[in-house]
């Protein structure tokens, strides 16, 4: 099988630069170069793209997204360690690789990158989600991003993808959804990673839509599913008293059975109500 490009090895860069992988940082590499160029594939296609990656840790999923064709990667990695590596990789796609060295919850990256822009990324698992939503919640829609390509455990992609009905369905599920054709598009197995995690993991492929699959204001959304979810085993009349008095004529009137639960409740129904409650706001 022949190399994705003419750079050594992921075992032998992690052994010369020592980088022994470190739990606080949620760090799960990716080595087989098939595979991370596998998952570049699936982000669409490259050229003409500029990518966001944030934690590139040796480099992995960095190469396969340049040998995948990205116009530009840019590479928010908090590892010191990993630098020298990523550093490699760069002088072998002059100009196509800029590395940051930071903290993505810190950094705002939108000024070293030029449209269009797709996020791809294998994340560290104990950040994934806050820069998900994140992701998800701008202050405008369309995001500044096109599409996401992420490596989250499968529980997660699971919880972004689930349809009513289900245990996984709730607030991160209808965000994703809202706003964007989410998917679970492969799972892996822990022994894909070095070292290998006690889950499996999943990549999900996230598509921007033009605008929100329903119209509603986002707060209200928001403070309505919140309500809904954070008591999901209570019967909607209930766990949506405190936002009006009317609660129960109102989810009548857009067709949601007051005796229903929030896990039965789809996208569509709870954009509605987020409308009325908006038109008639009780308190
Ligand atoms: N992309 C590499 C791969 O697939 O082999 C590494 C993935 S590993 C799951 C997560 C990476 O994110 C590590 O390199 C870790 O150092 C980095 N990281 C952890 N927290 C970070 C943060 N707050 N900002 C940027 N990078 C971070």
Not at 236 to 246: K, M, N, V
């Amino acid at each position: 099988m022949s190399a994705i490009d003419d750079l050594p090895p992921l075992r032998d860069v992690i052994a010369r630069h020592d980088l022994r992988a470190k739990k606080q940082l949620g760090q799960n590499f990716l080595l087989d170069l098939n595979l991370t160029a596998k998952i570049a594939r699936q982000a669409g296609d490259l050229s003409g793209t500029d990518v966001l990656e944030i934690g590139p840790g040796p480099g992995g999923l960095t190469r396969g997204l340049l040998a995948e064709g990205a116009r530009h990667v840019l590479a928010i990695e908090k590892d010191a360690r990993a630098l020298p590596a990523l550093h490699e990789i760069a002088e072998a796609y002059p100009g196509r690789l800029t590395i940051l060295h930071g903290d993505a919850l810190a950094i705002d990256p939108s000024e070293h990158l030029t449209a269009p822009i797709r996020i791809a990324a294998n994340l560290p698992y104990n950040i994934g989600t806050e820069l998900l939503i994140r992701w998800l919640t701008p202050p405008e829609w369309p995001p500044f991003w096109q599409s996401l390509t992420l490596m989250f455990q499968k529980e997660v992609a699971e919880r972004i993808v689930a349809k009513p009905g289900s245990k996984a369905y709730g607030r991160l599920a209808l965000l994703a959804q809202w706003r964007a054709d989410a998917q679970i598009v492969m799972t892996l197995p822990p022994e894909a990673f070095v070292p290998a995690p006690k889950v499996h993991s999943a990549v999900v492929q996230l598509t921007a839509l033009p605008q929100p699959r329903y119209p509603a204001d986002p707060a209200v959304l928001s403070r309505v599913t919140a309500a809904a979810f954070n008591q999901r085993r209570k019967m909607l009349r209930a766990s949506l008293r405190g936002l009006h008095p009317d609660i129960e004529a109102m989810l009548l009137q857009v067709e949601i059975k007051p005796t229903a639960r929030a896990e039965e409740i789809d996208l569509a129904r709870f954009c509605a109500l987020a409308r009325l409650l908006e038109r008639n706001p009780g308190r």
